[in-house]
């Protein structure tokens, strides 16, 4: 195989410097143009990174109804600390303070569920759970969304 490395916003230059890498595979031109630079010689490769939201067909009907909700904001992943659901909450509370009545929905699972929740009631963030979204379920979850936020540290 060819050796490539993946890089993100935060590296000005490889991560791994030393290795015989063919190339990187970078998620913007920003990050090439720093990386060049940089003096970084490798090959570089765009990948976008993100959802492609022209793949999910927007005439379903919304999963969860929207109650009359000025905003719908949600995310949808595994509820791990390396997905950063945390942030989303603390979003959550600063936007209900300034948009009453807005819903913050949290799609997915995982080992952080428990804090999560305790995080937004101790915060007295209104922050909806929910649940595993079955594949074929995700198109309509996401129609149900004014806004998709997705937090991530990867």
């Not at 890089?7 to 990386?35: C, H, M, R, T, V």
């Not at 000025?70 to 209900?96: C, M």
Request: hydrophobic share 45%; glycine share 10%.
């Amino acid at each position: 195989g060819i050796p490539v490395q993946i890089q993100y916003i935060g590296w000005s230059e490889p991560a791994l410097p030393n290795l015989p890498l063919d190339a990187l595979e970078l998620s913007s031109d920003f990050i090439a143009k720093l990386q060049s630079e940089n003096g970084v010689t490798y090959r570089h490769a765009r990948i976008d990174s993100g959802i492609e939201l022209s793949k999910f067909p927007w005439t379903v009907e919304p999963l969860i109804p929207r109650n009359g909700a000025p905003l719908v904001v949600g995310r949808l992943s595994r509820l791990l600390g390396i997905k950063d659901p945390l942030t989303f909450i603390e979003v959550a509370g600063i936007v209900q303070r300034v948009v009453p009545g807005a819903r913050f929905i949290i799609g997915g699972d995982g080992e952080m569920e428990g804090e999560l929740r305790d995080y937004a009631r101790t915060r007295g963030i209104a922050v909806e759970f929910a649940g595993n979204i079955a594949r074929e379920d995700v198109p309509a979850f996401l129609a149900s969304l004014d806004v998709f936020l997705y937090t991530s540290f990867c």
